[in-house]
């Protein structure tokens, strides 16, 4: 019984927060001389078909990433319906779509793709062209996404924020991951608490996901919104 109750006030927790996403990554490796025609042929694809109203998709560059990260650029697809995202994505066929892969593979050294789906999220109708994830290996994603929730009741992020989980296409564990978008390089560097209650609150969010493991940090630059 004390399990069920657990399972019970872990589901309402999560779910004071949730506004749930669902997104869909290709990650794209690509030699500098070939950048201009992939952003090119990206733009005239995307550019040419119809996108569903609740599907975004935006291609961006990857300027800053560890050792480890081969990716240069990235189209991310999002929607805030599953059924819409998978709809679309098995939309992509036909001769035209044929064609843009042929070009894209003479151009692309290599690709992966991953999938998931957020769980809470903060100003999320801001729009900013920075974005910068923060990747974990997480035992425990209900009280990860509690306690990232509780920080943002004192944090004050100026772009959109949110924490998710990684369902497909994860590597080495990494399964959860915070998402947040900035205005401009500077802000991008500038980040972090700006005063003692949220430096307090930072401290108290690591202390919460002290046996969670940290993986990784990217940050993509916004090429193109279809």
């Known amino acids: 019984m004390k399990k069920l109750l657990l399972v019970f006030t ?87 779509w044929d064609l843009y892969i042929s070009k894209m593979q003479k151009n692309v050294e290599n690709v992966r793709t991953s999938a998931g789906n957020g769980l809470v999220s903060f100003n999320s109708d801001v729009e900013f062209p920075i974005g910068q994830a923060w990747v974990f290996k997480v035992k425990d994603i209900g009280n990860f996404v509690n306690a990232f929730g509780k920080l943002m009741k004192t944090f004050k992020f100026e772009g959109s924020v949110g924490a998710g989980q990684i369902v497909h296409g994860t590597d080495n564990g990494e399964n959860a991951y915070i998402y947040g978008t900035y205005a401009n390089l500077s802000k991008a560097l500038s980040f972090g608490p700006k005063n003692d209650r949220e430096s307090k609150a930072f401290e108290l969010f690591n202390q919460e996901i002290s046996n969670e493991t940290f993986s990784k940090t990217f940050t993509r630059v916004l090429i193109k919104r279809f």
């Open 10 to 96: 872990l589901f309402f927790s999560v779910s004071m927060f949730a506004q749930n996403t669902f997104w869909y990554d290709v990650l794209l490796e690509v030699k500098a001389e070939n950048a201009e025609n992939v952003a090119s042929l990206v733009d005239n694809y995307y550019s040419s078909i119809e996108i569903p109203e609740n599907v975004s998709v935006e291609f961006s560059s990857i300027p800053f990433k560890g050792t480890h990260e081969n990716a240069t650029h990235i189209l991310s697809f999002v929607s805030n319906s599953a059924e819409s995202l998978g709809k679309f994505r098995g939309s992509l066929t036909g001769s035209k």
